[in-house]
């Protein structure tokens, strides 16, 4: 089904809304320096599956743009960016799954995991820390290590909170042909 632009747009206000909050007000600091726990990405991988690639990329930037800004120390663009990437990529590869139908079985729940690992391990342990060392001269084995942890935290929290969002989503929504008169 095609969302129409203006859904999309709503989508995306709302969605790096979410993403501002549950990163700024939710997020649990991990033992690793200027890493969390971070539930934003459950929703991320969830808005990207039901809206696309154009909406996962702009609430992944948007919304931790909005909140490195928040936290007063300059938005950190190397982490933008794979946020970006990885709504992007959520958003590309789950065209597969039948979510705006209000499907997600097993199989989808499966698929849909293995697509967030795969764009987890592309934004955080590529992506990111790569910037890093470009845009920033931090130093490789830092921002590996950070990559390591925000990766695998991502991926838990995702694995979690994306894959009920989605149950749910398809539970809520109707069936096509459920509301068809039986003879």
């Given amino acids: 089904m095609k969302k129409s632009p203006v859904t999309t747009i709503v989508a995306i206000g709302i969605g790096a809304a979410l993403f501002f909050v549950l990163g700024r007000f939710v997020a649990i600091p991990s033992p690793v320096p200027n890493t969390n726990i971070s539930l934003q990405y459950g929703l991320l991988a969830f808005m990207a599956a ?17 909140i490195d800004f928040s936290f007063g120390w300059g938005i950190w663009w ?16 789950s065209r597969k799954l039948a979510l705006a139908d209000g499907l997600f079985p097993k199989k989808d729940a499966v698929r849909f995991n293995v697509y967030q690992i795969v764009a987890h391990i592309l934004a955080w342990g590529l992506i990111a820390p790569v910037l890093d060392i470009v845009i920033y001269a931090e130093p490789a084995n830092k921002v590996f290590l950070q990559g390591l942890a925000g990766g695998i935290a991502n991926i ?11 149950m749910a989503y398809a539970a809520a929504k109707p069936k096509k042909g459920s509301l068809k008169e039986e003879k």
């Avoid at 190397?78 to 590869?93: M, P, R």
């Fill in 50 to 66: 039901l809206y696309g690639p154009i909406a996962g990329c702009l609430i992944g930037l948007i919304g931790h743009a909005l």
């Fill in 78 to 93: 190397s982490w933008v960016i794979a946020s970006a990437c990885f709504g992007a990529l959520i958003g590309l590869v």
């Fill in 156 to 166: 838990v929290t995702t694995a979690i909170v994306g894959t009920l969002l989605c």
